[in-house]
């Protein structure tokens, strides 16, 4: 098992990591030209770069924070719902909301997206709740957006994939086209919020009934 120090010292090579990739973005606007292949990669590397130190930063604060109330006698400060939430709602479907919108699909695998959505599903259990499980099952992903806060229009050019896997083997057996069907849904709105429903595949019409009947789904 490695050792604080240890860990710390991959953190900083991982921050350093990002630094470079940053040094990589100021050249290319330090060129004549900038050649579209080259920034999009540029751009690639530096967010995969920040994202898997962001992550792993955060799984060594979880292993090495102190108890609560351990330093100092002031209270922590309220946890404040800033990455999402998940409940169970009506029919036994499950409802996850994450306060953003879906990346775009043309940049890698975006590390924080499955990392913010494991840990609400860890929130939720280590609440005393059971997370559903579904063999047959749809996802509706919903985004409510305004105009200006969105910048990918296409439905095909979303990062949806990173939500499948990372529910698959925990709500779901696998996330194959006849385990899993996807629907991609947008409504105009000020919330900018993306809104995913996990519900038995039986219950497709039901919910899609519910949802032209305006009663919140």
Known sequence: MSSFKEDMAHIQQLVGNSFTATGGLVALADGA?????????????TIGSFELATVELRQLCERYMPPAGSVGKKPAIPRRDVTGSVE????HWLHITIHTLLPS??????????????????????????????????????ERS?????????????????????IKGRLIPDDD????????????????????????????????ALRAWNRGF
């Open 105 to 142: 699909a043309a940049y890698q695998t975006p590390v924080w997206l499955s990392d913010t959505i494991r840990r609400l599903l860890d929130e939720y259990e280590s609440g005393g709740h059971s997370l559903p499980y579904y063999r047959d099952a749809l996802m509706v992903i919903e």
């Open 33 to 45: 030209q900038m050649q579209p292949a080259r920034l999009r990669k540029a751009l690639e590397q």
């Open 177 to 208: 086209q006849y385990t899993l069907g996807v629907a991609l849904l947008s409504t105009r709105s000020s919330e900018n919020a993306c809104h995913i429903t996990l519900l038995d595949s039986a219950d497709t019409a039901d919910y899609f």
């Open 146 to 166: 305004d105009i200006e806060g969105r910048r990918v229009f296409d439905q095909d050019n979303k990062g949806y994939k990173t939500i499948s896997n990372a």
């Open 88 to 91: 169970l709602i009506e029919y």
